[in-house]
C-alpha cells in the first residue's frame, strides 16, 4: 500500500465519516419532531421529482439563475462518475470505472458539461459579487460564493487534469472526445512530461481534497439542499394549497410553540432551504417593509433546531448553555411575534420555492400558539371576538347580514325557505361593509338579468373562517364552519357562488365534502366564474360594448390558490375592454395585504403599503385609467390605496360586476355577445 | 386573594331596541342579551389580580338565559369557579335592588376578599348594584375604579375621577370595588379553550334565596328619543338674513 493509497484512504474515511456524523445528527433532531405523513400517491410523488427535481421546473421562474443553476445541478449528476473515477484511482492504482470513463459519447458529454458547469458557476459569482439582488441580503452569502468557487475548482482542476493526460497520451479516450480537456491541456503542452505529471498530479490533489472537504460542508447550510431536496421534493405537500393542516396538540398546547411542535416533515423543508431568497422577493410583507422575510424565518427555524436540538439530546456538558438554549422562546425570542403577525397567506413564497418548503403553514401553528398565550394583538381579537358572538368580523347584528337586498327592486330568494339553484354565500365585506353594498346589488342585478336561480342565507351565513383560521385561532374556524354547514344542510341547491375568494377557498378546500341537503358536495364557484358562464352561454346579454382599457388584479384566493386566472379574463374580453396586464400578473400577482387576517390588525410600520405599490404599479401602464377586481376585500383595500397613493384622478378602482351590469345596462338596441356595436359615447369609461 | 365578581347581562346595543306594550319594559322577544362590557373588565381585573397575588376568582351571574357560554369562557379565561343563580325565571331582567339582594344571599356562603362588579351597566346607567350590595354586606364600596394595586401588604384602588383626577384609596378587609376599566382590555380565549372548559369545568347552580327588597324603582314610561320641532334654516342675502333675524327676535320677545 502506498502512502497515496493510505492518504486518500483515511481522507476519505475521515470526510466520509464528518458527513455522516453531521447527517446524523440532524437526521436525530428531525426525529424530534411530531409524526407526518402518511405518505400516498406515489407515481404523482415520483412524477413531482421528475419535474422539480431533474427538469428543475420551478427554478426557470428565475430564468438566468434557473439556467444557470440547471448545469450546475446536471454538472453534478453526470460528474459524479468523474468524482467516484478520481477516489477510486486514489484507491486502486489503475482501477478504470467501464463506460463512464472510458465510453467516447459518455465521456463527450462529461467534458461538455463541465464546461457548462464552468459557464453556470461564472453565472453565479456574477449574479452574487456583481448583481447583488436584495434577495441574497441575510442569507449565508460567503458559503454561497465559497461553494461556487470549489465547485469552479473542481471543475477546472478535472479538465485540466484530463487535458494533461492527453497531452502525455495517458487518457482512456481519444482527443477528439475531449475537446474543453484538450483546449485547457494545451497551455501546459510546452512542459516536459515529468513537470506536466506534477501539475496532473497536483490537479488531481486538489481536484479530490475540494471534493472531500465540500462533502464535509455539505450538511452545515444551505447545501445540504444537494442531499435533501429529492426527498423533500418527493414527500411534499399535495393536498391543494388552500387546505391548511390543522394544528399539532402536544401536553394542551395548540400549534407550536417549541420547534419540536413542528412535524419532522416540516423540519425537512427547513434543512432545503438553500436561501436563495426567491420567497423573499415576492413577499408583500418584506417588500412592504413589515419585519417578515419569509426565508429568514426558515433560516431561523433551521439555526434553532439546531441548537435546541443539541441541547435536548446532550447528555452532559455544559449546563449553563444548554440552559440558555432551552429557555429561549420559538416566538418571542427566535421569530418575534410581529414577524408572525406579518404575514398575508398569499402563497407567493410557497408557490415560488424551488423546493417546495412551505412558509404559511408554519407560521399559521405559530400564530395559533400565539392566540393561545393570549398574544394577538387588540384589533385582531376585538374582530375575533365578534366573528365568534355574531358571526361577523363587523360586530353587528346577524340580523342585518342581508340588509343590502332591501335596495334591490326585486326579492332575493331566502333559500333556507325555497329551494334555488344556486346558493350564493355573499361574504361578511360584501354584506356588510356599507362600502360595498351598491356593488352586491349590482352582483345581484346581473345573476338575476342572466336568469339565475339564486338565494341567499339571510341571517344563517356566518364568516366562511378562511382568514380566521390563518390568523390562528383553529377553534373558532371549526365553530363558524359547522354553523355553516348545519345551515347549508337545510337548504336545497345544486351550487354555490361566493363573492369574496376567501370563503370561496376554505368552502372549497376546507369545509367537510356534503355541504349540500342530500349530503351531495355541491360545485362552488367564485362569482366571475358564474358570470363568465352566463355571458359564455349567451343567458346574460350584454348591450353594450366598453371600450376601456383596464388592468386586473388577481385575488390570491382565487389565483394562486385556486387556478382561476381566465375566467374574469374572459367576462371583461367579452364586455369588449382591452386588458393591460400589469407586470406582476397571475400567478405572480402582489397581494393587497389584506389577507390571513390581516385587515383585522393593526397595520404596523410600514415603508410603503402593498396595496399602494400595487396600484402605482397600475398607474404605470398607458391607457389604463381602471383598476378590476374581483374580490370585495381588493375593492376596499384598492379604493384607499388610490386615494391615499394620491392617484384619484388617474386610476379608479371597479369590481367586476359593476362592469358586468355597465354592459348589460341600455344601449341602443339589445344584441348578442358575438355582435356588440362599439358605443361610440363610452369616452373614458371609467370616469364619467 | 379570594375574588369573587359579579356579572349582569344586559341587551345588545347591535341589535334594534323595541319598547313592549306595556311601554315601560323593552321587548325581550327577540333581545340578545350580552355580559355588561364592565363586568367583562372586571373578571380581567380580578384574573390579573389572581396572576399577581394568587387566590381564586369566581364569578356569579344570574341564570338570565343563555349565559352558560359566557361562565365557561370566564374558566377559559382562568376563573376558578363560576356559579349561576337560578331558581326564578329571571329572563325579563331583574331590578338593581333585587340582583344586590340575590348576590348578598349567595355571598352570604362565600367568603371572599374581595367582590368586583363593573361600575355600571348599559341597561340602566344607575351604577347601583355593587354600591347597594356594600351597603346590604356593610362593606365599604369604591366605584370607577381602574387599578387595584398592593402597596405594603394593603390594597389600594385607584379611583378615577372627572376631569383627569384619580385618587388612591387605600381599602382594609373586604369590600365591593366598581371597576370602569380593567389594567388591559378583556383578554381574548381561543375557541378550542372554551370547548374544553365545556367540558372539563361545571356550573355550580344555586338557587336564588328569599330576596327581600324594600324598595325599587320602577320605570313609568320608556321612549325612543323624541324629536322636537325641526331648525328652520334662513336662507338669502346678509340683509335678508339680518332682517329675518330682527323679525324673528321680535316675535319670541328677545327684543323689544
Not at chain 1, 493509497?5 to 445528527?25: E, H, M, P
Not at chain 1, 407560521?363 to 366573528?387: C, F, H, K, N
Not at chain 2, 324629536?227 to 336662507?235: D, F, H, L, P, Y
Request: hydrophobic residues 45%.
Amino acid at each position: 500500500m502506498t502512502a497515496k493509497t493510505i492518504i486518500v484512504l483515511l481522507g476519505f474515511l475521515a470526510a466520509f465519516s464528518l458527513f455522516a456524523y453531521r447527517v446524523y445528527i440532524r437526521f436525530r433532531h428531525m426525529r424530534l419532531g411530531q409524526p407526518a405523513g402518511p405518505f400516498d400517491r406515489w407515481g404523482a410523488r415520483l412524477g413531482s421529482v421528475l419535474e422539480f427535481v431533474a427538469a428543475q421546473a420551478r427554478l426557470f421562474r428565475y430564468p438566468g439563475t434557473g439556467l444557470a443553476h440547471f448545469f450546475i445541478f446536471w454538472g453534478f449528476v453526470l460528474l459524479f462518475p468523474t468524482i467516484l473515477q478520481a477516489i477510486l484511482e486514489g484507491l486502486v492504482p489503475g482501477l478504470v470505472l467501464p463506460v463512464v470513463a472510458t465510453f467516447g459519447p459518455v465521456v463527450l458529454l462529461q467534458d461538455l458539461i463541465a464546461l457548462t458547469v464552468i459557464l453556470g458557476v461564472l453565472y453565479g459569482l456574477y449574479y452574487r459579487l456583481i448583481v447583488r439582488p436584495e434577495r441574497y441580503k441575510g442569507s449565508h452569502q460567503f458559503e454561497g460564493n465559497l461553494v461556487l468557487v470549489f465547485i469552479f475548482t473542481i471543475m477546472v482542476t478535472l479538465l485540466c487534469s484530463n487535458g494533461i493526460r492527453q497531452n502525455l497520451g495517458a487518457a482512456r479516450v481519444a482527443a477528439g472526445w475531449q475537446p474543453v480537456s484538450a483546449l485547457l491541456g494545451k497551455p501546459f503542452a510546452g512542459l516536459s512530461p515529468h513537470a506536466q505529471e506534477i501539475v496532473e498530479q497536483v490537479c488531481w490533489w486538489v481536484h479530490l481534497g475540494v471534493v472531500l472537504v465540500f462533502l464535509t460542508l455539505l450538511p452545515l447550510g444551505k447545501h445540504f439542499h444537494v442531499v435533501t431536496s429529492i426527498f423533500n421534493v418527493l414527500l411534499r405537500n399535495l393536498e391543494p394549497p388552500g387546505r391548511l393542516a390543522p394544528p399539532v396538540r402536544v401536553d394542551g398546547s395548540e400549534g407550536a410553540g417549541r420547534v419540536e411542535h413542528f412535524t419532522w416533515r416540516q423540519m425537512l423543508d427547513w434543512y432545503s432551504c438553500s436561501e436563495c431568497g426567491r420567497c423573499q422577493d415576492v413577499c408583500p410583507a418584506y417588500n412592504s417593509g413589515a419585519p417578515l422575510s419569509p426565508k429568514l424565518l426558515i433560516m431561523g427555524l433551521r439555526a434553532h433546531l439546531l441548537e435546541r436540538g443539541n441541547a435536548l439530546l446532550a447528555q452532559n456538558g455544559q449546563a449553563a448553555t444548554q440552559k440558555a438554549v432551552l429557555d429561549k422562546r420559538l416566538t418571542g425570542d427566535v421569530l418575534p411575534d410581529d414577524v408572525l403577525w406579518a404575514c398575508t397567506t398569499c402563497y407567493a413564497c410557497d408557490q415560488e420555492c424551488p423546493l417546495f418548503v412551505e412558509h404559511v403553514q408554519p407560521i399559521v401553528d405559530m400564530r395559533r400558539y400565539l392566540l393561545t398565550q393570549q398574544r394577538g394583538d387588540q384589533q385582531l381579537t376585538a374582530a375575533l371576538e365578534s366573528l365568534r358572538r355574531y358571526g361577523n368580523s363587523f360586530g353587528k347584528s346577524d340580523k342585518q347580514r342581508a340588509k343590502w337586498t332591501t335596495g334591490l327592486d326585486f326579492n332575493v330568494k331566502d333559500v333556507r325557505k325555497q329551494p334555488a339553484k344556486t346558493l350564493w354565500f355573499v361574504g361578511d365585506y360584501a354584506s356588510y361593509s356599507p362600502a360595498l353594498t351598491e356593488v352586491t346589488q349590482a352582483t345581484a342585478r346581473v345573476f338575476q338579468r342572466a336568469g339565475l336561480d339564486f338565494g341567499v342565507l339571510y341571517d344563517a351565513e356566518r364568516n366562511a373562517g378562511n382568514d380566521v383560521r390563518r390568523a390562528g385561532e383553529e377553534g373558532l374556524f371549526e365553530l363558524l364552519a359547522q354553523k355553516n354547514a348545519a345551515a347549508l344542510a337545510k337548504c336545497q341547491f345544486e351550487e354555490i357562488v361566493t363573492t369574496d375568494p376567501h370563503s370561496y377557498n376554505t368552502l372549497k378546500n376546507e369545509y367537510p365534502a356534503g355541504l349540500g341537503a342530500a349530503g351531495v358536495s355541491p360545485a362552488i364557484y367564485h362569482y366571475s366564474e358564474v358570470l363568465d358562464r352566463a355571458i359564455q352561454s349567451g343567458q346574460l346579454t350584454l348591450r353594450r360594448k366598453l371600450d376601456y382599457t383596464v388592468t386586473y388584479h388577481d385575488p390570491c384566493y382565487l389565483g394562486r390558490y385556486n387556478g382561476v386566472y381566465e375566467a374574469p379574463r374572459r367576462v371583461l374580453a367579452a364586455l369588449g375592454c382591452r386588458i393591460i396586464e400589469m407586470p406582476r400578473n397571475r400567478d405572480r400577482a402582489l397581494c393587497c395585504g389584506a389577507g390571513g387576517g390581516r385587515i383585522w390588525m393593526d397595520e404596523g410600520k410600514v415603508k410603503e403599503r402593498p396595496s399602494e405599490n400595487r396600484v402605482r404599479e397600475a398607474a404605470g401602464l398607458p391607457g389604463v385609467d381602471c383598476f378590476v377586481v374581483a374580490c370585495p376585500k381588493d375593492l376596499t383595500m384598492y379604493r384607499d390605496a388610490v386615494k391615499t397613493a394620491g392617484l384619484e384622478e388617474r386610476l379608479i378602482v371597479k369590481d367586476l360586476a359593476e362592469l358586468v351590469e355597465e354592459a348589460c345596462a341600455g344601449g341602443p338596441q339589445p344584441c348578442g355577445a358575438n355582435a356588440l356595436p362599439v358605443d361610440t359615447q363610452a369616452g373614458s369609461p371609467c370616469h364619467t | 386573594m379570594n375574588i369573587v365578581v359579579l356579572i349582569k347581562f344586559v341587551p345588545d346595543l347591535v341589535e334594534d331596541l323595541e319598547i313592549d306594550a306595556s311601554t315601560s319594559l323593552l321587548d325581550r322577544s327577540f333581545l340578545r342579551l350580552i355580559p355588561n362590557e364592565l363586568d367583562e373588565h372586571a373578571l380581567e381585573e380580578a384574573i390579573l389580580l389572581k396572576e399577581r397575588l394568587g387566590g381564586t376568582v369566581t364569578a356569579i351571574t344570574v341564570d338570565f338565559g343563555d349565559v352558560d357560554e359566557t361562565l365557561f369562557t370566564a374558566v377559559a379565561k382562568g376563573t376558578d369557579r363560576v356559579v349561576k343563580i337560578t331558581g326564578e325565571d329571571f329572563s325579563q331582567g331583574v331590578s338593581n335592588e333585587k340582583l344586590a339582594a340575590i348576590f348578598q344571599g349567595v355571598l352570604a356562603d362565600l367568603p371572599c376578599d374581595l367582590i368586583l362588579t363593573g361600575t355600571q351597566a348599559v341597561d340602566d346607567l344607575d351604577g347601583f348594584v355593587g354600591a347597594l350590595l356594600a351597603e346590604r354586606l356593610g362593606l365599604p364600596y369604591v366605584g370607577y375604579v381602574t387599578k387595584i394595586d398592593v402597596q405594603d401588604g394593603k390594597l389600594v384602588a385607584r379611583k378615577e375621577y372627572p376631569g383627569g383626577l384619580n385618587a388612591d384609596i387605600e381599602i382594609s378587609g373586604p369590600a365591593v370595588l366598581g371597576i370602569q376599566a380593567a389594567e388591559k382590555p378583556p383578554r381574548y380565549v381561543v375557541t378550542s379553550k372554551v370547548m374544553e372548559a365545556m367540558k372539563k369545568a361545571s356550573i355550580d347552580e344555586q338557587e336564588a334565596g328569599e330576596a327581600s327588597v324594600e324598595a325599587e324603582l320602577p320605570v313609568q314610561r320608556m321612549s325612543l328619543p323624541e324629536t322636537g320641532a325641526r331648525a328652520e334654516m334662513i336662507e338669502g342675502s346678509a340683509a335678508d338674513v339680518a332682517a329675518a333675524l330682527l323679525k324673528l327676535f321680535r316675535e319670541r320677545g328677545v327684543l323689544a
